[in-house]
């Protein structure tokens, strides 16, 4: 069931499917993304977990809130929204942006936590291709066809799917979408600054908890290895996974070795 959170005087749009299982999972996208973004991810989890996932500030059908748009205020909203929730034996997963998020709460959380899987997430080894930070702000179908090249291993059949094309011409040419991008990518812009891979860094390293890490092995923005010295060098609790054949969101790509990497890590 879809539903409403007020933090800090804003409408927080999210997710809850709630079977009164002992255990919950929450979810939290990346950059310019959305709840929907991460659907197959969370039914990896739907035979043993509550379900939450959060629209952040702005994104989403969350509210438009410029205050909001800011690595500590995705913080505070993850942590008003577990504790008001009261959501223990929690799996925290993060993708790109929202995995630096959830490395930064996790300190906050011990109580709550469980387990806490990042997906390619945001981490200041990525600085590495801040050249190509300019194709993430795209305004109309054409700089879309060229950030796909970046974000997956086999960009072929988004970029020769009509109807997707279609539904991404159509999401550019609404006047409410760039009304929204005009916030997220003004936070976008500073997101590399360096007192934000400060915060995350701190969270990687105070992780109480068992952590994963899964890239893709063909992410245009992530050096493997060097991601995972990073980790590994602050936190040694890591456990990396590679998922072959697949880019920023593997899930899409590689779904079975990226379900393998979820149950292993769950269950171990």
């Known amino acids: 069931m ?12 999210y997710l809850e499917i709630n079977k009164n299982f002992k255990k919950n999972v929450l979810l939290i996208h990346g950059f310019t993304s959305e709840i929907g973004y991460l659907e197959e991810v969370y039914k ?3 035979n043993e ?5 959060i629209d952040l500030p702005t994104h989403g059908q969350s509210e438009i809130a410029n205050e909001l748009m800011n690595m500590e205020s995705f913080r ?3 942590i008003d929204f577990v504790t008001n929730k009261n959501l223990h034996n929690l799996t925290l997963v993060g993708h790109s942006m929202g995995g630096g998020v959830s490395a930064t709460v996790s300190p906050y959380l011990e109580k709550y936590l469980d387990k806490v899987i990042l997906l390619a997430p945001m981490n200041r080894t990525m600085l590495k291709y801040n050249y190509k930070w300019p194709l993430f702000f795209p305004r109309n179908l054409e700089d879309y066809k060229k950030l796909i090249p970046v974000l997956f291993y086999n960009p072929e059949p988004i970029l020769t799917n009509v109807e997707t094309l279609k539904q991404v011409e159509k999401k550019f040419s609404d006047e409410n979408t760039h009304k929204r991008l005009d ?5 976008g812009y ?6 934000n891979q400060i915060i995350v860094d701190e969270g ?31 936190n040694k609790k890591t456990k990396h996974y590679v998922i072959k054949n697949s880019g920023h969101s593997m899930w899409f790509e590689n ?3 990226f379900k393998a990497a979820i149950l292993d890590f769950i269950n171990s």
């Open 44 to 46: 990896l989890f739907e």
């Open 76 to 78: 505070d909203l993850v």
């Open 190 to 195: 500073k997101m590399p600054e360096e007192h």
């Open 255 to 257: 779904p079975v070795d």
């Open 49 to 53: 977990y509550n379900i939450y996932a």
């Open 183 to 187: 916030v997220i990518y003004d936070w």
């Open 204 to 234: 990687i390293k105070n992780c109480p908890v068992p952590l994963a890490l899964i890239n893709g092995d063909h992410d245009g923005i992530v050096d493997v290895e060097l991601c995972n010295d990073h980790y590994l060098k602050l």
């Open 2 to 13: 879809e539903k409403f959170y007020n933090f800090k005087n804003r409408q927080i749009h």
